[in-house]
């Protein structure tokens, strides 16, 4: 019988490598694997014309997506995390030393939606008391998915033309929140600093606390496909879980990786954040994780209302049958 055929957006990661080259297959479907997208072009395809069977979206857009009707479906494959402290700049001469000082200013940010920026908001209001509707925040593009901001949500876009970071290098705004490294920074502008200079060190205190390392991104299907071969959501975490267990083995090797330190890189992440951190399945550590994105969804205005995991996630649990990534 013919293998269904489903294109897949995503990333060109280490995790997928395995499923790129062909080398772990996913029963029963023949994968298009197309990772020559950067994040922005690939939310947007998918957001607003929905060109892919199987791909890697922003988690925001996703809950917004499902808040409207979209007819998608996530499995729990989560192929971007990244910790977000170290991605919130200063001025140097702004004056901001905490993130209290964040307060009545005007923010910078790319644009409202990113989860990097869901995220670190959510963080500066739960964990240092700085209400995101108390700030301004300056984008320099439309968003992914169109959305009404609420009516004490200040947002006002950069001028035409004018960087984020070279508005923060120049003072015209004191701060930014950034899903990447400014361009000024990597350059070593000196009149960019971060608001948390041992962000490292922030970052291992906030796991240790909340046993949360942020989820950036969820895997979605057409929900037409999840209909129509049930089989398919199960089939495809069991891939991509065989495939990140055979990426933990090649980097470990410190003959893959071109960094004379990376096995204690390696040790460390252990020690602190275990065997496995980019788990995947409904853990408890990951349902502790989606649901506080999507809290964070709804006190930032993006969704109406919050939704159990089990009515956005396929039900892809093996239970006591075993799983690729323990059998290999």
Sequence with gaps: MAKLKLTVACGDYEIVRALTDGSVECDGIELVMLTGMGSRERHWRMARKTEFDVCEINIGGFLMGRDRGEPLTAIPVFLHRRFRHGFAFVNVNSGIRTPKDLIGKRIGGTNFQPASNIWMRGILEEHYGVPHRQCTWVVEREEDVEFTPAKDLRIEMAPPGKRLDVMLAEGEIPAMLSP?????????????VRLFPNYKDMEIAYF?????????????????????????????????????????????????????????????????????????????????????????????????????????????????????????
């Design 180 to 192: 990447d490294i400014p361009r000024l920074f990597l350059e070593g502008d000196k009149r960019i």
């Design 208 to 328: 240790r606390e909340t046993g949360i390392f942020p989820i950036m991104h969820v895997t979605v299907v057409r929900q037409e496909i999840v209909d129509k071969y049930p089989w398919v959501a199960t089939n495809l975490v069991k891939a991509f879980d065989e495939a990140k267990a055979i990426a933990y083995r090649r980097v470990a090797n410190p003959r893959v990786v071109p960094l004379a330190w990376i096995r204690t890189a390696w040790e460390e992440q252990q020690e602190v954040l275990g065997d496995d951190p980019w788990a995947y399945g409904l853990t408890d550590a990951n349902r502790k994780t989606l649901e506080t994105v999507q809290r964070y969804c709804h006190q930032q205005g993006l969704i109406s209302r919050t939704t159990p995991l089990e009515e956005l996630f396929a039900d892809t649990d093996l239970g006591d049958a075993g799983g690729g990534a323990e059998n290999i």
